[in-house]
C-alpha cells in the first residue's frame, strides 16, 4: 500500500545519473522499483570519493476503488551517501624504440650509442598515473651493451642489474652498438606504476601495478655512400688522334665506410659518355 520515492541531489559536478530519471532543479528523482536500472555516470578515469544527499519518500495511497491514486499521508526520511571510486592503473610500458643505423646514434670512435625510449605509455587518456621504478635485467652477452650517460657526457657499461631506476634515470640509458651495426635488442624487466589521483587532484587512495616489460631496440640499416676513386699511377690525360679509334682503359677503385660487411657494390652507372663513345 505504500510507494517509495528516491532523490539523489548535490552531485558532484560532472556527475550525473542515467536510466529512469526525472531531473528537476538539479535533483534525480525515481522510483525505489526503477533503482536496478539506474547508472552513476562519471568522467572517464574518475577516482575519488563521491558524496551526495539522498531523500526516502514514502507514499501511503489510498485504494479506494473510485479514487485509487488519492495520497493519504508521506514521510520523508533524509540520508548522506559517500561511495568510493578506487583508482586503476591502465599505463603500460613502452614496447620499443626504432632509430636509424648511425644516423640517429651518437658515435664516438667506432661506437654508436642510441638513446633508448624508457618509460610508460598511458591509456584511455589516463594521464595522471607515474611511474615509480624500474629494474632491468641482465642482457645477453653480445654486441649490444646497456650504457647510461653520466652528466660529464661520458657512457659507462650498466652492470648492477640489482639497481632501480627513477623515470629521470631512464632518459640517460642508452645501447652501445659497433658501428654500422643494425638490428634488434630486446631489454626485459620490471616497471611498478601508481595512479593516486584524478587530474591534479589527491583521492587519498594509491593503486600500485608492478609488472613485466619487453623492450625491443630496433637498429635499421643504412647504406653508406660509396666513394669511386681512380686508382693511383693511372693517367687520365689522354690524347685521342682524331679519327683513330682507340681503347682506354681507366682502372678505378670503390670504397664504403661500411666496416661490418652487410653492403655491396652491386653496379656502377656511368653517365654523360659522349655521341660516338661506347663503354
Keep these: 500500500?505504500?510507494?517509495?520515492?528516491?532523490?539523489?541531489?548535490?552531485?558532484?559536478?560532472?556527475?550525473?545519473?542515467?536510466?529512469?530519471?526525472?531531473?528537476?532543479?538539479?535533483?534525480?528523482?525515481?522510483k525505489a522499483s526503477d533503482i536496478a536500472n539506474i547508472k552513476i555516470v562519471t568522467p572517464q578515469n574518475y577516482s575519488g570519493e563521491l558524496n551526495f544527499k539522498i531523500d526516502y519518500i514514502t507514499t501511503e495511497a489510498g485504494k479506494e476503488a473510485n479514487n485509487?491514486?488519492?495520497?493519504?499521508?508521506?514521510?520523508?526520511?533524509?540520508?548522506?551517501v559517500s561511495i568510493f571510486v578506487k583508482p586503476t592503473v591502465d599505463a603500460q610500458f613502452k614496447s620499443n624504440t626504432t632509430k636509424a643505423e648511425d644516423i640517429e646514434a651518437t658515435t664516438i670512435g667506432d661506437k654508436s650509442y642510441?638513446?633508448?625510449?624508457?618509460?610508460?605509455?598511458?591509456?584511455?587518456?589516463?594521464?595522471?598515473?607515474?611511474?615509480?621504478?624500474?629494474?632491468?635485467?641482465?642482457?645477453?652477452?653480445?654486441?649490444?651493451?646497456?650504457?647510461?650517460?653520466?652528466?660529464?657526457?661520458?657512457?659507462?657499461?650498466i652492470t648492477d642489474f640489482t639497481k632501480t631506476y627513477?623515470?629521470?634515470?631512464?632518459?640517460?640509458?642508452?645501447?652501445?652498438?659497433?658501428?654500422?651495426?643494425?638490428?634488434?635488442f630486446d631489454i626485459t624487466g620490471t616497471y611498478t606504476v601508481k595512479d593516486s589521483q584524478y587530474g591534479s587532484k589527491d583521492v587519498n587512495y594509491?593503486?600500485?601495478?608492478?609488472?613485466?616489460?619487453?623492450?625491443?631496440?630496433?637498429?635499421?640499416?643504412?647504406?653508406?655512400?660509396?666513394?669511386?676513386?681512380?686508382?693511383?699511377?693511372?693517367?687520365?690525360k689522354i690524347e685521342v688522334i682524331s679519327g683513330e679509334a682507340k681503347t682506354i682503359e681507366?682502372?678505378?677503385k670503390v670504397t664504403s665506410v661500411d666496416k661490418d660487411e652487410s653492403e655491396n657494390i652491386t653496379k656502377i652507372v656511368i653517365s654523360g659518355v659522349p655521341q660516338g663513345v661506347t663503354v
Design 68 to 80: 485509487p491514486s488519492k495520497t493519504f499521508d508521506s514521510k520523508t526520511t533524509p540520508d548522506s
Design 114 to 157: 642510441y638513446k633508448l625510449d624508457l618509460g610508460i605509455s598511458y591509456q584511455n587518456s589516463d594521464t595522471d598515473e607515474s611511474l615509480v621504478s624500474v629494474t632491468i635485467d641482465k642482457p645477453a652477452d653480445g654486441d649490444y651493451i646497456l650504457v647510461i650517460k653520466g652528466t660529464d657526457g661520458t657512457y659507462t657499461e
Design 166 to 184: 627513477t623515470e629521470a634515470e631512464l632518459k640517460n640509458i642508452y645501447v652501445q652498438a659497433p658501428e654500422n651495426k643494425h638490428g634488434n
Design 1 to 30: 500500500s505504500e510507494d517509495l520515492t528516491i532523490v539523489i541531489k548535490d552531485l558532484p559536478a560532472g556527475i550525473t545519473l542515467e536510466g529512469s530519471v526525472t531531473l528537476i532543479n538539479g535533483q534525480y528523482i525515481f
Design 250 to 252: 681507366i682502372p678505378i
Design 206 to 236: 594509491e593503486t600500485v601495478k608492478t609488472d613485466k616489460f619487453k623492450h625491443t631496440l630496433t637498429i635499421t640499416p643504412v647504406t653508406d655512400k660509396p666513394t669511386i676513386t681512380v686508382e693511383d699511377g693511372v693517367q687520365t
